[in-house]
């Protein structure tokens, strides 16, 4: 946006361009939400083109939102989506997990 700058101002579209990147991130980041467990700060802020503590601040703003579950831990410098962790909150999940074998100590019935 920066090297479009003038001429965005001059059509009086620089607002909506800014709104549009905006957008942007934020749909990368629910892609990434969607595909990993866990990320690198670092890893998101390179994907991103922004600095970690903006892509850090960003992540607050949109798990404040809530539009991302996550949780940030600064001291390992990695971001972890809550997303699918809500999908296995009920008994029919866990009991449909305990059939398929994927929780440890179980077995099939019968």
């Not at 909506?16 to 969607?34: C, G, P």
């Not at 922004?50 to 410098?77: F, P, T, W």
């Amino acid at each position: 946006i920066a090297q479009m700058t003038p001429f965005l101002e001059k059509h009086s579209n620089l607002g909506l361009a800014k709104q549009a990147l905006e957008y942007i991130r934020q749909r990368n980041v629910k892609k990434f939400e969607s595909t990993f467990v866990s990320l690198k700060l670092s890893s998101l802020a390179n994907h991103l083109k922004l600095s970690v503590q903006e892509v850090e601040n960003r992540l607050r703003r949109m798990i404040m939102s809530g539009d991302l579950s996550a949780q940030i831990c600064k001291k390992d410098g990695m971001v972890w989506f809550n997303k699918h962790a809500e999908e296995f909150n009920d008994d029919a999940a866990v009991e449909k997990l305990k059939t398929s074998q994927l929780l440890p100590g179980t077995s099939l019935p019968g």
